[in-house]
């Protein structure tokens, strides 16, 4: 986690440095990167006192495709309406890219917890909880992740993310929630 | 007999178990209606005797109260303080309305080798001016919150001619969200509260607590193992063993009426349904085949049919079927969502949770005229149980975003918190007689 900040913050550090300009010598490096001169392209001075210098473009992602917060597959949470497993379509696209990832990397393995909010009775919530988990697995493998690689669990109301009575807490708690097993 | 035999237990219990500070506040939230009008004088306590830790007269108000049967008098209300038949003046009495009057007394106990009380009480018909029944007991100073169930029993008895079942006690789960990690635990104490002893402690969830017929067993699920399961462990001994373990959900325990066999929902095969597992051979039986969720099996006295919640109608409703298996038959019709069965020892009404206006709620129908009635407010009323007397339920509630436990009576609405606790509280169950 600490590398993949660090990875993802460098560009923002070196810009920083350059922005806060004229204190940076060529030698200098930007921490725990390589050095400036190799980074920063070409500079150039007139005698005017004024100096130019290059600036590195956007560095791709270099972590894997799951760690990858700008990725589909950095959301592994659905929520579902009040006593219904129905998958809304604006998690169709989350659970195609899981599906479709799971069918490319057959070593990997999710479980599906189910969830359910505090309302209703807790026995029946924790049928609703495996009927959403049995939904996102369902989608999962119609997007092409095989059936072994997908394992269900329900919680039912048993593992509130917000323990709250309010009804955003209700909300958050209405979860399916994919989890990769290392 | 079994009277004797509670006393000596209780007596027992207490000499083995520390004395652990009452910690429930009681308060009343309703009154009842068409209950019998009662007069509790607080037990005199006789010159030169220590005061009791608490009022005797209190725990048995509690009790009586509880069952929305008896209205006691308000304590205001209290025209005199007698202790014994010889003192009362029936004619004041009988102009206050009160059909029964409970007095007593606390002496010191000279003969015993520790500071015990004599304990005498006396429960009186005001219109025949007699007395119906009394009793005195020799008693150590923990055991009298014992013997005040003891007396509210006798009284309920005498009264109704049934069991009142004060010296039950109750299993509820409570959840600790102050550490990083919840704790979760099972507790058994007395019926009213007070004594709570942690009989099971988790990181993980537990449900759905279960007392078998006898009392020496409970049944619940815990996810310890990262998934729900079901256990059985004995009360005394904090033995327990698992019982259900399949793929999918194992959950929803259900003693039956002899105690050889639970009801159970396992979704091995893909789906909730219920099965009945013998608790002796393991062998298990499913007795529903449906595509939707059926679980919260509850079994009938005689152990013929058993009800359960289940939503083939497009919505969680109340079901019965025998516990052979077979034709299933839908019991609720009113609301859009009716879940958690439970039924009164006697099997004549199902309570269960009743969603209406949005507000979850608990409701009585009765099975033979198919009356439905609220007995709460809601919005968050949940796992209603019945007292081993018929008359009161116990369940859970979430107000002003605090958890408790609750009584109300199926009778009248006498509602009353069983304390408010800064845990979660849930998932109240009663024990049988």
Redesign the interface.
Same mark, same amino acid.
């Given at each position: 986690m600490c590398r993949l900040k660090f990875q993802m913050a460098a560009p923002f550090l070196v810009l920083l440095l350059i922005l806060s300009g004229c204190a940076t010598t060529d030698n200098e490096q930007a921490i725990g990167g390589p050095p400036m001169s190799e980074r920063g392209g070409a500079s150039a001075t007139d005698g005017s006192g004024i100096a130019t210098r290059g600036a590195q473009g956007a560095q791709p992602f270099k972590g894997t495709e799951l760690q990858d917060p700008a990725s589909p597959l950095a959301k592994r949470v659905i929520y579902f309406d009040f006593?219904s497993n129905v998958v809304k379509s604006e998690y169709m696209p989350i659970l195609k890219a899981h599906g479709e990832y799971l069918s490319t990397h057959p070593e990997n393995q999710v479980t599906i917890e189910g969830h359910t909010d505090?309302?209703?009775?807790? /026995?029946?919530n @924790?049928? @609703?909880g495996?009927?959403r988990a049995k939904a996102v697995q369902r989608i999962l493998e119609l997007n092409g992740a095989a059936k072994e690689q997908i394992s269900?669990?329900?919680?039912?109301e /048993?593992?509130p993310l917000d323990?709250?009575?309010t009804e955003a807490a209700l909300t958050k708690n209405r979860r399916a929630l994919i989890v990769y097993r290392q | 007999m079994k009277l004797m035999r509670t006393l000596v237990l209780g007596l027992l219990m207490l000499l083995v178990s520390t004395q652990v500070p009452a910690q429930l506040t009681i308060q009343i939230t309703g009154g009842a209606e068409g209950a019998l009008p009662i007069a509790l004088v607080p037990f005199r306590v006789e010159n030169g005797v220590p005061a009791p830790p608490e009022e005797m007269i209190t725990i048995i108000r509690d009790d009586l109260y509880r069952t929305g049967l008896l209205q006691p008098l308000p304590r205001k209300d209290l025209i005199a303080h007698p202790a014994t038949l010889e003192e009362v003046n029936f004619q004041n009495w009988r102009v206050l309305g009160v059909d029964n009057l409970v007095v007593g007394a606390l002496a010191s106990d000279p003969d015993s080798g520790y500071h015990g009380y004599q304990v005498s009480f006396e429960l009186l018909d005001v219109y025949k001016a007699n007395r119906l029944t009394g009793k005195r007991y020799r008693v150590r100073p923990d055991a009298l919150r014992t013997l005040g169930h003891t007396i509210s029993d006798i009284i309920f008895q005498s009264l109704f001619g049934r069991p009142g079942g004060f010296n039950t006690q109750i299993a509820y789960v409570e959840i600790e969200r102050n550490a990083d990690q919840p704790v979760h635990k099972l507790i058994v104490a007395d019926a009213d509260g007070h004594n709570p002893q942690v009989i099971l402690t988790s990181k993980a969830p537990i449900m759905s607590p279960a007392w078998s017929p006898d009392r020496q067993r409970i049944g619940y699920v815990s996810f310890e193992n990262g998934r729900s399961e079901v256990y059985v462990q004995e009360v005394a001994s904090g033995k327990r063993r698992t019982v259900a373990s399949f793929n999918g959900i194992n959950s929803a325990p259900a003693w039956s009426p002899q105690g050889n066999r639970l009801a159970l929902t396992l979704s091995k095969d893909g789906n909730p349904e219920i099965y009945i597992l013998d608790l002796a051979s393991e062998s298990l039986r499913q007795i529903t085949h449906n595509s939707s969720i059926d679980t919260e099996p509850v079994w009938t006295p005689n152990g013929q049919q058993i009800i359960f919640t289940s939503d083939r109608g497009g919505s969680p409703q109340i079901y019965r079927l025998p516990s052979a298996g077979g034709k299933a038959e839908r019991l609720t019709f009113e609301g859009s969502y009716n879940a958690r069965p439970t039924l009164s020892p006697d099997g004549r009404l199902l309570a269960l949770v009743h969603r209406e206006d949005g507000k979850f709620k608990i409701a009585v129908l009765d099975l033979q005229t198919r009356l439905t009635r609220v007995l709460t407010d809601g919005p968050l009323d949940e796992s209603p149980s019945f007292a081993p007397n018929g008359a009161t339920l116990l369940y859970s509630s979430v107000l002003g975003g605090k958890s408790e436990l609750a009584t109300v009576s199926i009778y009248g609405r006498a509602h009353e918190r069983l304390g408010v606790f800064n845990n979660a509280v849930q998932e109240p169950t009663w024990s049988p007689l």
């Open positions: 006593d505090e309302r209703g009775s807790r /026995e029946y @924790l049928a @609703l495996e009927r269900t669990v329900s919680y039912g /048993e593992k323990p709250g009575h | -």
